[in-house]
């Protein structure tokens, strides 16, 4: 039997254009209220979530606006960390992002995975 964990990883790589990163901020959220330690890790098109302004374009009915979701996240202590050369491609910078996300690469999510964080995707 699997021990218990208290992390949950969350790989997103869909954007603006899908109701799946709706869903998956909401998700992320409700693992903050069920106590877990809640990591989000942007990739491909997920990046234009946290690009200034990006995460207002996005709400699917009935769940509470993107933008909402996404501050609700960070003001709970969730961490939001966006992928380098995706950030990159797109030609942001740091400052392009909204505050407190964090431009890591993978290792960061392999780190939490290791120490036995559940994952999901979308």
């Keep these: 039997m699997q021990a218990e964990t208290r992390k949950l990883v969350v790989l997103v790589t869909k954007g603006i254009d899908s109701e799946l990163s709706s869903v998956a901020f909401t998700i992320a959220n ?3 209220t069920a106590g877990l330690e809640v990591f989000i890790f942007l990739t491909s098109a997920a990046i234009d979530l946290v690009r200034r302004g990006g ?3 996005t709400q699917v ?15 709970r202590g969730g961490v939001i960390w966006a992928c380098p050369p995706c ?5 942001y910078k740091q400052e392009d992002l909204i505050d407190g996300v964090i431009i890591a690469g993978a290792s960061a999510m392999h780190a939490e995975i290791k120490k036995g964080a559940a994952t999901l995707s979308f």
Excluded: H, T
């Excluded at 009915?61 to 003001?75: G, N, R, V, Y």
């Design 30 to 32: 409700g693992g903050l």
């Design 87 to 91: 950030v990159e491609s797109r030609g």
């Design 61 to 75: 009915s009935p769940l509470q606006p993107l933008a909402a979701l996404i501050e609700d996240f960070q003001k």
């Design 55 to 57: 995460q207002r374009m």
